[in-house]
Antibody, heavy 122, light 107 residues
């Protein structure tokens, strides 16, 4: 049973870079059957897909965030990371890491971390 | 981006009732539709993928249907533990997008 756990600072100052990590246990980032994703949920709002990384290192980003986002992975530690630059209060959200499962052409997030609240404030 | 519109945004029903939540895509997404359940303070959980395929471990009272632009999630024989917010998500085209959610209250 794969488990994902987010880690990182809960408070980030405006204009700085948000950096989060996701540690995967019970599964491997090198598994070609999955992608690894970040999703966020602003307070009281719905879910927003940020982007994915594949075991090859290929990345896929939401165009609305693409200019500010970097997702990377470290297979030696089985962790993948999110960097979001030039943050504002609008980036305040619960950030989830998740596993994206492509099956028969359907892509869905089949395992999630518990979520990490990140607040952007001075 | 493909817009996903859910209705209603809030639903109140009693134990044992049957309820239906709808999700409409702004363009055809074939059957690339997933339903999630999210309880307060928890991560979303997959209920249905491929519009109508039940995820392992999910009770059979959850049923998904539809194709193209119009989809439904039906919950039969409501249980108290079904109180949650339900989201649809399309995976036809990136960026993957979610509906704004339907909050289900059990009276």
């Amino acid at each position: 049973q794969v488990q994902l756990q987010e880690s990182g600072p809960g408070l980030v100052r405006p204009s700085e870079t948000l950096s989060l990590s996701c540690t995967v246990s019970g599964g491997s980032l090198s598994d070609s059957n999955y992608y690894w994703a970040w999703i966020r949920q602003p307070p009281g709002k719905g879910l927003e897909w940020i982007g994915n990384v594949y075991y090859t290192g290929s990345t896929y980003y939401n165009p609305s965030l693409k200019s500010r986002v970097t997702i990377s992975m470290d297979t030696s530690t089985n962790q993948f990371s999110l960097r979001l630059s030039s943050v504002t209060a609008a980036d305040t959200a619960v950030y989830y890491c998740a596993r994206l499962f492509p099956t028969s052409g359907w892509y869905y997030f089949d395992s999630w971390g518990q979520g990490l609240q990140v607040t952007v404030s001075s | 981006d493909i817009q996903m519109t859910q209705s209603p945004s809030f639903l109140s029903a009693s134990v044992g009732d049957r309820v239906t939540i709808t999700c409409r895509a702004s363009q055809s997404i074939s059957r690339y539709l997933t339903w999630y359940q999210q309880k307060p303070g928890k991560a979303p959980k997959v209920l249905i993928f491929g519009a109508s395929s039940l995820q392992g471990g999910v009770p059979s009272r959850f049923r998904g249907g539809g194709s193209g632009t119009d989809f439904t999630l039906t919950i039969s024989g409501l249980q108290p533990e079904d109180s949650a917010t339900y989201y649809c998500q399309q995976s036809d085209t990136t960026p993957y997008t979610f509906g704004r959610g339907t909050k289900l209250e059990i009276k």
